[in-house]
């Protein structure tokens, strides 16, 4: 798993291409990328038999790897991860 959430690394470009933008786009943006990033793991470890979490029992489950109900859970990440990586960039820069 800490790979896999360690590709929240790579919210910082897309962080910077999105400022200035409204926050329920930037909030809607960074959820489409974790359900894609949770999607594409999620298959990809399930086909290895690997995958350490199932949502079939979740009536709003797609493909047993994603919940459509933790959308607002992902929407309040992404803007955190936005903020927790921007501040980080701008340190950096400094």
């Known amino acids: 798993m800490f790979p896999i959430y360690g590709l929240a690394a790579f919210l910082t470009p897309v962080g910077r291409m999105l400022k200035g933008r409204n926050l329920i786009f930037r ?35 797609i493909g047993k790897v994603i919940r459509l109900d933790y959308t607002p859970c992902w929407f309040v990440s992404g803007l955190l991860f936005e903020r927790l990586l921007m501040e980080n960039d701008r340190l950096s820069k400094s």
Not at 30 to 46: A, Q, W
């Open 27 to 61: 909030g809607l943006v960074y959820t489409g990328i974790i359900f894609l990033c949770e999607f594409v793991s999620g298959t990809l470890l399930s086909k290895k038999g690997l995958c350490p979490w199932n949502y079939e029992r979740s009536r709003w489950n």
